[in-house]
């Protein structure tokens, strides 16, 4: 009878262990998007694209940026294993200067927590750094 019961437990044990081990994974394409220098009032939208590489479906609960001025939006449905999905990130390209925001996603994958950085520089006249010019007089 001792070791109906062990067996049991350790059956019970296993099985759970096995159901515990199943979890959604983002695996994305790149966790940085670069801008690299755009001119003021470019096109902001970039898009982050990643895989459920899990075992069961993927849900994005919500994506917040560090500012706002940069606006991300997530994907309304479950992206199931092996599927991808995308997260747009619009930019306000009005704004001059340097880029260094975080996109943070929060959802049900074994790593619930998920930063992403955008970069770049939003050049004020369209310009590129003007110290290598010669001049021609």
């Given at each position: 009878?001792?070791?109906?019961?062990?067996?049991?437990?350790?059956?019970?044990?296993?099985?759970?262990?096995?159901?515990?081990?199943?979890?959604?994974?983002?695996?994305?394409?790149?966790?940085?998007?670069?801008?690299g220098e755009i001119k003021k009032g470019?096109?902001?939208?970039?898009?982050?694209?990643?895989?459920?590489?899990?075992?069961?479906?993927?849900?994005?609960?919500?994506?917040?940026?560090?500012?706002?001025?940069?606006?991300?939006?997530?994907?309304?449905?479950?992206?199931?294993?092996?599927?991808?999905?995308?997260?747009?990130?619009?930019?306000?390209?009005?704004?001059?200067?340097?880029?260094?925001?975080?996109?943070?996603?929060?959802?049900?994958?074994?790593?619930?927590?998920?930063?992403?950085?955008?970069?770049?520089?939003?050049?004020?006249?369209?310009?590129?750094?003007?110290?290598?010019?010669?001049?021609?007089?």
């Open positions: 009878m001792k070791k109906l019961v062990l067996i049991t437990v350790l059956a019970f044990v296993g099985f759970n262990s096995a159901v515990a081990q199943k979890a959604a994974k983002m695996q994305f394409k790149s966790e940085t998007i670069d801008y470019s096109d902001g939208v970039r898009v982050f694209e990643f895989t459920n590489t899990g075992d069961i479906d993927l849900v994005i609960k919500d994506v917040t940026s560090s500012c706002g001025c940069t606006i991300p939006t997530k994907p309304e449905s479950p992206v199931k294993p092996g599927e991808t999905g995308k997260i747009e990130v619009k930019y306000n390209t009005n704004i001059p200067g340097p880029i260094r925001k975080t996109v943070t996603v929060y959802s049900n994958a074994e790593e619930p927590t998920k930063a992403l950085k955008i970069k770049g520089r939003v050049l004020d006249d369209g310009n590129t750094d003007d110290s290598d010019e010669t001049d021609t007089k």
